[in-house]
């Protein structure tokens, strides 16, 4: 599903962020992507949704070349991506609902489609009925959850997560966990940026450490 | 199921499919279009500023060419006089000057001649000039007898003009001759430097509404660069991020428009009192022109179309540059 081959990533202020970059993830499979802050975890990740160029190698998505990729093609190729994000970037001033439509509708899915998909997507995450709150009337965990089930309502083939839980406690973030599971087990490659050590030792899943731009496999 | 039956059915999802696909581009659009006005009552200080200053803008343009059109109005009637006047000498008598009148009838070049008695000619000035009573107290006539003589179309040239001119001049009953023509050109003259003017500065105005519009519009995108950034981490491509922009760049041309066609017809509404009693004074019957229907219309679609431009340019520049965090 992904695919990194020698994948090296320079700024011209800070130098080398990430060196030598190799790793595969399977369909259907689930990694957690650990390290301290300034590691390179946010840029690995921002590589793969394409908001960043690499300097060399290849990175396949889908057998898709995306380090090498027009400008124009972009928006279709992230339709294959799930993104979440720590601070959840919701739009709050649209309702649970328009928000979680958001990328149905840049591609467009048709109304009933839409609807349909939506109330799946809710119902998955477990906040059916809550279509119509804005995002601000809602909690942090609800919040992140409305993030998931818009990173899923296209059905993506890989699910990007950066620092998930970052903002949830230790509760919440394994009702998040357990979710991704159950993603993982319908198929979906997922890829889980976190510093939070104590999940990555409870949910028991493959880990990709980065230490100063290097890959170190546990 | 046959083969043929099978790529039918295909091709029929297909169809259905492109169906589904266009129905939901035009729900966009319609969503779009609405949204966007809905968009420009959330912030009434703001986007009523904009308005107005694009409104006076292209308020003043199109003020000044309604302007020019009136005054081109007038000259246009005036067009059709190049007519000459040959004013008769003093000793000339009333026969003698229905003679000559007659004789002018029949020259080659004259289209229709009128005669004026010296008596005629005051009759007509006691009535419309308005010194009725103060001429009666005159003993003596002091308006001269006059031929108007209107040379047929086909004295179109300066030069056959100044030809006639000569030869009405050397007729021992004329005193001079005078051509309205002379004043006409000149006020045509003036009138073409006047419309390239309004030409000018329709230009100047145009781009100030084109900027304006632009600069506007860079800073709602600047506002909105948050929802710019999601949409984008969600797969939409420019095309669909810079389309309720757009759209809001289309209504604040179009209102502006409107309201600029409204403070034209406010000003002339307004003028239109007093230039009827100066037209009443002078004797005529000018009625003051207001925008046309189709004025109207070229001036709805400048605008607009004018704000999407510069809408677009600025889109198109800022959504390149515009990447998510």
């Known amino acids: ?218 | 199921m046959s083969k043929s039956n099978a790529v039918h059915k295909h091709n029929q999802s297909f169809l259905a499919l492109i169906k589904e696909r266009f129905n939901a581009y035009l729900l966009n659009h319609a969503h779009g279009l609405f949204s966007s006005l809905g968009r420009l009552t959330r912030t009434p200080f703001t986007s009523a500023m904009t308005i107005l200053v694009l409104a006076i803008a292209i308020a003043l343009a199109g003020g000044f060419y309604n302007m020019v059109a009136n005054i081109q109005q007038l000259t246009g009637n005036l067009e059709a006089s190049n007519q000459m006047s040959l004013f008769l000498k003093d000793n000339i008598s009333e026969a003698m000057g229905q003679k000559l009148a007659d004789q002018l009838r029949q020259h080659p070049s004259s289209e229709t001649v009128r005669y004026i008695s010296k008596k005629q000619a005051m009759d007509e000035f006691k009535l419309n000039s308005g010194f009725g009573d103060a001429l009666s107290a005159l003993e003596t006539n002091p308006l001269p007898s006059v031929i108007l003589v209107q040379p047929k179309n086909a004295l179109e040239t300066d030069e056959d003009m100044q030809r006639l001119m000569r030869e009405f001049k050397q007729l021992p009953q004329v005193d001079f001759v005078q051509v309205d023509m002379k004043w006409v050109e000149r006020m045509q003259t003036i009138m073409s430097i006047a419309k390239r003017a309004v030409f000018l500065v329709s230009i100047l105005l145009g781009l100030a509404v084109t900027f304006i519009t632009g600069n506007t519009i860079r800073l709602e995108l600047y506002d909105r660069r948050h929802e710019v950034y999601i949409s984008k981490l969600v797969g939409a491509t420019n095309g669909f991020i810079q389309r309720p922009f757009l759209y809001s760049g289309f209504w604040l041309g179009f209102i502006s428009g409107f309201l600029a066609w409204l403070i034209i017809s406010g000003m002339f509404l307004l003028i239109e009192s007093p230039v009827e009693e100066l037209s009443i004074l002078y004797n005529g019957s000018f009625q003051l022109r207001y925008l046309g229907f189709f004025e109207f219309l070229i001036l709805m679609l400048s605008t607009s179309g004018l704000a999407v431009i510069g809408s677009l340019g600025v889109l198109h520049y800022q959504l390149r540059h515009l990447k998510p965090q």
């Open chain 1, 1 to 218: 599903m992904l695919r990194f081959e020698h994948v090296s990533k320079r700024y011209p202020d800070t130098g080398e962020v990430l060196t030598e970059i190799n790793f595969d993830l399977a369909k259907g499979e689930m990694a957690f992507l650990t390290g301290r802050s300034g590691a390179g975890k946010s840029t690995l990740l921002k590589l793969i949704a394409m908001m960043e160029q690499c300097n060399r190698g290849t990175i396949m998505l889908d057998g898709q070349n995306v380090s090498r990729v027009s400008e124009h093609k972009i928006p279709y190729l992230r339709r294959n991506l799930g993104l979440i994000f720590q601070d959840y970037k919701l739009l709050n001033d649209r309702t649970v609902f328009d928000n979680v439509a958001l990328p149905l509708i840049v591609s467009g899915v048709n109304h009933q489609e839409i609807s349909r998909r939506v109330r799946a997507s809710l119902d998955k995450v477990g906040l059916l009925g809550k279509e119509k709150k804005y995002p601000v009337a809602l909690s942090g965990g609800e919040q992140q959850r409305v993030g998931i089930a818009r990173a899923i309502v296209s059905k993506p083939k890989l699910i990007l997560a950066d620092e998930p839980t970052g903002n949830l406690d230790p509760d919440l973030s394994n009702e998040i966990m357990l979710m991704f599971e159950e993603f993982k087990h319908a198929g979906t490659s997922l890829l889980i940026a976190t510093h939070d050590i104590e999940l990555v030792h409870r949910f028991a899943y493959r880990v990709l450490s980065l230490d100063k731009g290097h890959l170190i496999e546990a």
